[in-house]
């Protein structure tokens, strides 16, 4: 018995020490991160290797782990060279290098990635931590000022509206998506935008020149943007949120007059008032229709994984309330991503879901006056907005005149987005240098719009409530395999090749329209059309199924000698069923060369990096097209009424075949310069590049006798587009507690159009951007030409005014287009002449990043230089005759406007502006936190303003107006106010 219990006292003992052991075993190890200068690195990602246990540094370089003797520690962070410590002890005191080897960094290209060593085309690449920071919910918000030649324009602060997006100049005479660049998003091409957050992209690298679009073929005339977003991880799970909450404020208002003024004015000049439109008040309609805009976004990820599986998965929340009652947008936004490793790491497969659902609510921004951001400055001061018994006060007999909360108060206009995407990836290594890739997506969106007028709306007046409902639907599929082999071969040769196949189909504008009025009640809104007495027979929308379909092959072949001497060449053959039956396939080659000059024993020594490049190639423009752009279509031409007094439709051609319409192609030569001294700090590109597009596609008036329809879609035109570029990144200042990074870049584009006409089809010009002034009938202000750039302003010449006070203009020789020397108060279409261009000359971008110890500050200027904008908006406000006793005008009309001149609306070189601005777009403060408590490993806060000042002659709202489409450069009453927002935000790593 004893014995026993001596036994299991000994037992007891054995395991107890066992236990001790394994405790201390593993045990808690602390240590501090710092640079070669001995200052803390806080936010270094510390993890035991092999394992999953990890942590951050705190913003004194401070950590703790769990970790036992003989297990090794990984550090690294960005910007540094990893680093590996062996656990001997409780206390690890490590000290990281930074990382000079950028030339290591990975950039990625059209399937695949690469060095950035050893690129040899014009790509520019942009991670998380320069991205732009703002209420954005575009990503190419992220990159204005960053990329050159990248010319992005907010015209407005509309929660609603997408910013034109247009990469070394306007190639084509058809808008929308077939002027701007394509996107590819985690390796899909073509997937919605609307799928990713701007808190979950980790880079976007933009594809500038065609040697490095053409692998994208028909589709990237314009340049291509790639988007990554987040992955997990190897090491222990982490939890991020990310967030701000912002006010908007209306930056600038036009000054109208107030009902003084007004008064004084019409009075004092002759003018009459009607006594209707006095009813004692003094109205300030810009505020009673605007408001403080709020904005909230809130983003919550998990990322993860071991050595075999990676996962990630996030959620986001924006809500975005315009500054203009009634509009705004809420959104969600949700991914999960996982991929894992099999089959002895020979096989990679992952599979991610993407969602998105957004809600729009917009207000009434159509013409003849029925707009609210038009209204909110003619409407008279001196009105009220309800009549005394709660009816809104209005005067339907006036032409194009709407009290602006009225519109706003009996509108709704909703609208409803639903886009789910999946995507699966499999890879396998089917010999050590060539893996077998392939990618599955699948991708379905849904739009639902809804409207209702009621029966006290201005804009469905007389129709006792008014109702239109849609919805549609589309679906995209795309396959892609590949076959790349890469291999390098006696240290010397390093060989790339890849070969593809893509498989892509398009099922769009599926959906119906439903048009109803005529109401026994406004209750209902646009919930039963039903319950309507009549249905509009021509408002069932203009919505046909198109399948389009694509079938390619590509390929490249990368070749680099000792890392000195690098080609590429790749080519693309493209099938589409858009174009007509005899030119459906196109091929797409590019050819390029890159000489890495600071490997020559010459130049080692002097410089980091020196490189020269060189490219050619040619890609296409598939984009914005639908099946029957080339097919012979018939459609509802109208009504008639047959013989028995039945109302039947009438079926016409609706547009022409083209069996020769053929993809428009874009051919460009880039010539660029890298280079990078002192240790890195000093480094930047010159590039230059001439890029042509021929074979425009547009639609020109053909005689009736030889074809069934007036217009014909073919190939005609040529646009060339000439420039520079130029970017300088710079660390003037790195000490131990304070340093500063800026970054310059400048573009300049020549725009000219160098052909619009052939033997068949000809035209002198086009005339585009009718503006409808008053009293202007049909004249339009703006015209392609040959010889001149898109957004040319052809416009009355304004020379003053005459005896009478009334303005006056140049008249023009019809035949020579010159002078006559004579002047009128008449002006005639061939009166017009060339005064001036919407495009920039100089396009500026100047970033900035301060940070002390803890502290961090980000400034970024943004500028446009050398361009012209038709103020519209203030021609229209400015129409003292017209106007008054009427409509409202600007409160300056009475320094700058003769009282005499019933011209002064009249739209010329007078209200040709410029457009020279330069903004600080974004000033940024934050202050890290660092670790808080044992649950919070880092922590962040920061302010930002956007739009805090902007330096301009231009009088209008904003110099900022839109530059895409074929229509830059006009400002004409349609314009969101532009807003300065403060944000507060917090980021957290859990």
Not at 686 to 705: G, H, R
Not at 787 to 812: C, K, L, M, R
Request: with cysteine; aromatic share 12%; glycine share 10%.
């Amino acid at each position: 018995m004893n014995v026993c219990k001596l036994f299991q006292r000994a037992l007891s003992l054995v395991l107890l020490l066992f236990v001790y052991a394994g405790v201390m075993a593993q045990s808690d190890v602390k240590g501090t991160v710092t640079d070669v200068a001995g200052e803390a690195l806080p936010g270094v990602t510390v993890s035991v290797k092999g394992g999953t246990v990890g942590t951050m540094t705190d913003v004194d370089g401070n950590f703790t782990i769990r970790a036992q003797r003989g297990e090794t520690l990984v550090f690294s962070y960005v910007g540094y060279v990893t680093k590996e410590a062996l656990v001997s002890g409780t206390a690890v005191n490590v000290q990281l290098e930074e990382d000079r080897k950028t030339l290591d960094e990975v950039i990625v290209v059209g399937y695949g990635s690469m060095a950035k060593k050893d690129i040899t085309s014009s790509i520019t690449s942009i991670k998380q931590e320069d991205f732009n920071q703002g209420v954005y919910t575009d990503p190419a918000q992220l990159l204005q000022g960053k990329v050159p030649g990248l010319t992005i324009s907010n015209n407005n602060s509309d929660p609603n509206a997408s910013p034109s997006v247009t990469l070394r100049g306007s190639s084509t005479l058809r808008s929308g998506a077939a002027m701007e660049p394509y996107y590819v998003i985690d390796g899909v091409p073509g997937a919605s935008l609307s799928l990713v957050s701007p808190d979950d992209i980790v880079s976007i690298d933009v594809l500038r020149d065609a040697s490095a679009t053409a692998i994208y073929g028909s589709k990237a005339a314009n340049g291509v943007i790639i988007v990554t977003t987040k992955r997990g991880k190897s090491g222990q799970a982490s939890v991020t949120y990310s967030g701000y909450v912002s006010v908007d404020k209306i930056r600038k208002r036009l000054e109208m007059m107030n009902a003084q003024q007004y008064k004084d004015f019409v009075l004092n000049n002759g003018f009459s008032l009607d006594p209707y439109d006095d009813t004692g008040a003094d109205t300030d309609w810009q505020k009673e229709v605007s408001r403080t805009g709020f904005s909230q976004n809130h983003n919550i990820s998990i990322n993860g994984g071991n050595e075999k599986t990676r996962y990630s998965t996030s959620v986001n929340y924006l809500r975005n309330l315009g500054v203009i009652k009634g509009s705004g947008r809420e959104r969600y936004v949700a991914r999960a991503f996982v991929e894992t490793q099999a089959m002895q790491d020979k096989l990679t497969v992952s599979f991610n879901v993407n969602a998105s659902t957004s809600t729009r609510n917009n207000v009434p921004a159509q013409g003849q006056g029925l707009s609210v951001y038009d209204a909110m400055y003619y409407y008279l001061p001196m009105s009220s907005v309800k009549r005394p018994d709660g009816s809104w006060f209005e005067y339907p007999q006036r032409s194009q005149y709407a009290n602006p909360v009225s519109l706003l108060e009996e509108s709704t206009i909703l609208s409803k987005d639903k886009v789910i995407q999946a995507h699966a990836r499999g890879s396998y290594q089917i010999f050590k240098d060539l893996r077998y890739n392939l990618d599955l997506s699948y991708q379905n969106s849904q739009f639902n719009y809804a409207n209702y007028y009621t029966s006290k709306s201005m804009v469905a007046a007389g129709m006792n409530g008014k109702s239109t409902r849609s919805a549609v639907e589309g679906q995209r599929k795309v396959m892609e395999m590949n076959l790349a082999y890469d291999k390098i071969l006696n240290n010397r040769h390093k060989v790339g090749l890849l070969g593809g196949y893509s498989w892509e189909e398009n099922n769009d504008n599926d959906g119906f329209q439903l048009t109803t009025y005529n109401y026994y009640s406004d209750d209902l809104s646009y919930h039963n059309p039903g319950m309507a007495n009549n249905i509009d027979l021509n408002g069932f929308g203009g919505y046909n199924l198109s399948t389009l379909r694509m079938i390619s092959f590509y390929g490249r072949a990368n070749y680099s000698l000792d890392g000195k001497y690098l080609f590429q060449a790749t080519v693309r053959r493209d099938g589409s069923s858009a174009f007509g039956a005899n030119n459906r396939w196109a091929t797409f080659p590019s050819v390029s060369f890159a000489w890495r000059i600071s490997d020559e024993e010459f130049a080692k020594g002097t410089f980091d990096d020196l490189k020269f490049r060189i490219g050619y190639g040619v890609s296409g423009n598939s984009l914005g097209f639908d099946v029957f752009t080339a097919t012979q279509v018939y459609g509802a031409t109208g009504w008639f009424t047959n013989s028995e007094g039945n109302l039947v439709r009438t079926l016409g051609a609706v547009r022409n075949s083209n069996p020769d319409l053929r993809w428009e192609k874009t051919d460009m030569l880039n010539i660029g310069l890298d280079f990078a001294i002192l240790k890195n700090r000093l480094s930047g590109t010159i590039e230059v590049y001439n890029k042509n597009t021929s074979d425009l596609i547009y639609d020109y008036p053909v005689s009736t006798t030889k074809y069934l329809y007036s217009y014909l879609t073919t190939n005609v035109g040529e646009i060339n587009n000439k420039g520079i570029e130029f970017t300088l990144s710079a660390v003037p200042v790195k000490k131990k507690s304070f340093s500063w990074n800026t970054g310059l870049t400048l573009s300049h584009n020549k725009n000219v159009v160098k052909k619009i006409s052939n033997q068949e089809f000809s035209v002198n010009y086009l005339n585009l951007s009718n503006l409808d002034g008053a009293g202007q009938s049909g004249m339009t202000q703006q015209r392609v030409m040959e010889g001149y750039p898109i957004g040319t302003f052809y416009t009355w010449e304004w020379a003053g005014y005459n005896d009478q006070g009334v303005s006056v203009y140049y008249v023009h020789d019809p035949a020579t287009g010159e002078r006559t020397g004579e002047l009128t108060t008449t002006p005639q279409d061939k009166d017009r002449a060339y005064t001036g261009s919407a495009q920039p000359k100089l396009v500026l971008g100047w970033n900035n990043n301060f940070n002390y110890k803890r502290f961090g500050l980000t400034a970024t200027f943004q500028g446009l230089f050398g361009n012209k904008i038709m103020n519209g908006t203030r021609a229209r406000h400015s129409n003292v005759v017209g106007n008054a006793g009427n409509k409202n005008l600007l409160a300056d009309v009475l320094k700058t406007e003769k009282v005499t001149d019933y011209n002064a609306h009249f739209l010329s070189d007078r209200y040709l502006e410029k457009g020279d601005y330069l903004r600080l777009a974004q000033l940024s403060g934050s202050y890290s936190i660092g670790k808080i408590g044992s649950g919070i490993k880092n922590a962040r806060v920061f302010m930002t303003v956007n739009n805090a000042f902007v330096l301009t002659k231009y009088k209008g709202l904003d110099p900022e107006v839109f530059l895409g489409g074929i229509t830059p450069g006009i400002d004409n009453r349609q314009t969101y106010p532009r807003t300065r927002t403060v944000m507060f935000g917090l980021n957290l790593n859990l």
